[in-house]
């Protein structure tokens, strides 16, 4: 039993000893009540076959002590249950050890807590399981679960719940998942929850695009090609239609008429057809442009956002991943994380969470049910959130009560269990204090925020061409002037 997990607390255990002395049995059963095997019977090997038993429930013993070793006879001529009902009392007006974290909203610390509810989901719980019992409960609150408690094939406990272990407590809560390994080396319970949480990725949401984009965004590059191809084929056939002797000033009113400005047209019927086609084509692309630029305004496009664990891979996004979480997946489903930086202050939920709301190029892992507490935590100002889940789970977990190998966990509180899944009022006591941390955020309207914007790169463009051509122009009319003044 000490080098094996597995054992089943309810099984009826006969240990057979060759040579058996009545000094011993003191240090026989003082090892068998600390690895908490109570259904047993002890006997001595030798021809009288005697038989030995304890029970640490009696007078209220708790499973803790016993008073006395019963000897139950030889084994021939004993009449007597080996194996009675040893919880006459059950575990009634004992008193249970209970080491829990600060970690709402499953388990929170009332030291902490100056206003609001101080009593975390998972102890409410569990004071609706133990009331019914008569069954005290008393708590400390001087560990967290900050590294992940692992369990070794060699039977090697480390981590928080090698207090468990040890006896040094009796049960222990508090956000602790249920894995295989835990399952076979201690008792638990679980269903007061719900039957699984979802692990998703987080990362910031992705921004509005800058404004300046939005002009170029209204229609995709193709459209703009296709347009320019289309102004420079019918500058050229208005030109050569008309057999127009200044040939930019055909394509500079086409040009005009295109971006929405007025222009003189050229006399002559061939001349107001082709501009007349030319404005009625100029006219309908503009309306598309402008009700497409007023749905972008009033619809903001967001900058892509990261969405999947391949997009993670693609942009290289860095890990923010609290150490529990590292080693859970490390140890159980063999995944390895980059290490978060240590320029990163990635050590418990509120802070990594913070983190990754505040940089695009973090991500991170979190349950969906602590996120929904302290969502409202990372919303902007118009009560925005700054973080984007992915849309499918990485993983499942399951959250349990952990107590040591053998804790005698009667049918009475596995109903009460199953009836606060049912009635969910353990939901409810996560709603409650939900709203308690809720209550003091508020957020404002988003106001309408006015905005000239201007594509400087174009004006300045524009700027330099209109400058270039100005001065060519002078030079080329002054050279013109002086040619004409020395004839």
Not at 40 to 53: H, K, R
Not at 278 to 284: G, K, M, R, S
Request: aromatic share 16%; proline share 4%.
């Amino acid at each position: 039993m000490l080098r094996d997990f597995k054992w089943n607390p309810s099984a009826r255990i006969l240990i057979v000893i060759k040579s058996l002395k009545q000094i011993e049995l003191k240090t026989i059963f003082d090892v068998l009540l600390k690895q908490h095997v109570i259904n047993v019977v002890v006997v001595n090997g030798t021809d009288d076959a005697l038989l030995y038993t304890y029970n640490p429930f009696d007078h209220y013993g708790c499973g803790r002590n016993y008073k006395y070793v019963e000897a139950l006879g030889t084994c021939l001529q004993t009449d007597t249950n080996l194996f009675p009902n040893k919880l006459v009392t059950g575990l009634r007006n004992c008193t249970l050890r209970a080491a829990v974290p600060d970690r709402p909203p499953y388990a929170i610390n009332p030291a902490l807590v100056k206003k609001g509810i101080k009593m975390g989901a998972e102890q409410y719980a569990l004071q609706l399981i133990t009331e019914p019992e008569e069954i005290k409960v008393n708590y400390t609150y001087a560990y967290d679960f900050e590294t992940f408690t692992t369990i070794t094939p060699d039977l090697k406990i480390d981590g928080p719940l090698n207090k468990l272990y040890k006896g040094e407590v009796d049960v222990m809560f508090g956000e602790a998942f249920l894995v295989a390994a835990r399952a076979e080396a201690f008792t638990y319970i679980s269903g007061y929850l719900d039957i699984s949480d979802q692990m998703y990725f987080f990362v910031k949401r992705a921004p509005d695009v800058p404004a300046w984009k939005v002009l170029y965004l209204v229609f995709q590059p193709p459209v703009f090609l296709l347009m320019t191809i289309f102004y420079l084929v019918y500058s050229i056939t208005a030109i050569k239609f008309l057999q127009a002797k200044d040939a930019s000033s055909i394509a500079l009113k086409l040009l005009l008429c295109l971006v929405g400005h007025g222009c003189r047209i050229p006399r002559g019927q061939k001349a107001h057809i082709l501009f007349l086609i030319w404005i009625w084509f100029a006219y309908l692309m503009n309306s598309f442009y402008q009700s497409s630029l007023y749905s972008l305004i009033t619809h903001p496009v967001k900058e892509y956002q990261i969405a999947n664990e391949n997009d993670l891979t693609a942009y290289n996004i860095k890990p923010c991943i609290t150490s529990p979480l590292l080693g859970f997946y490390s140890i159980e489903y063999k995944e390895a994380f980059a290490m978060n930086q240590n320029s990163l202050d990635c050590t418990n939920i509120t802070s990594f969470l913070e983190t990754v709301s505040n940089s695009y190029e973090l991500y991170t892992l979190c349950q969906k049910t602590i996120y929904n507490f302290y969502k409202r935590m990372y919303y902007d100002k118009y009560g925005q959130s700054k973080l984007y889940a992915f849309d499918k789970p990485y993983s499942k977990v399951i959250m349990a009560m952990f107590f040591y190998k053998g804790f005698p966990v009667t049918e009475k509180m596995m109903k009460v269990v199953n009836y606060l899944h049912e009635t969910g009022l353990i939901k409810k006591s996560i709603t409650d204090q939900e709203y308690a941390l809720n209550f003091k955020h508020k957020f404002q309207d988003k106001e309408f925020q006015y905005m000239i914007v201007i594509p400087w790169y174009t004006l300045a463009a524009g700027y330099t061409i209109a400058t270039i051509t100005l001065v060519i122009e002078i030079v080329y009319k002054k050279k013109g002037l002086n040619k004409a003044s020395s004839q």
